[in-house]
């Protein structure tokens, strides 16, 4: 069974930080370019960081500087670091292949950037 599934969401203060984790199961994530993405609510889901197999990265300008995507090739998971949070960064993040693969979505992990 092909799964993904994300954690490390929470309620953070901005200027915080929080680090997110997708597990992937019957799908090796090395193979693929992972991405993280992300919908805020009333938007649509945005990609904001990918990782190639070959170790190169891509980020939305929004982001750029403030958040590592990464991964652990042993344990098949990908990383999103994301420091200095803002509100704006507020959304359900998920992890997906790049292009995103239909059947992949999870159920996300709650973000929440909030004084």
């Known amino acids: 069974q092909v799964q993904l599934v994300e954690s490390g969401g929470g309620l953070v203060q901005p200027g915080g930080s929080l680090r997110l984790s997708c597990a992937a199961s019957?799908?090796?994530?090395?193979?693929?370019?992972m991405g993280w993405y992300r919908q805020a609510q009333g938007n649509e889901r945005e990609l904001v960081a990918s990782?190639?197999?070959?170790?190169?990265?891509k980020y939305k300008d929004s982001v750029k500087g403030r958040f590592t995507i990464s991964r652990d090739r042993a344990k098949n998971t990908v990383f999103l670091q994301m420091n200095s949070l803002k509100p704006d960064d507020t959304a359900v993040y998920f992890c997906?292949?790049?292009?995103?693969?239909?059947?992949?979505w999870g159920q996300g992990t709650q973000v929440t950037v909030s004084s």
């Open positions: 997906n292949t790049s292009p995103p693969g239909r059947g992949l």
């Open positions: 990782l190639t197999r070959e170790g190169f990265t």
């Open positions: 019957g799908i090796i994530s090395t193979i693929y370019t």
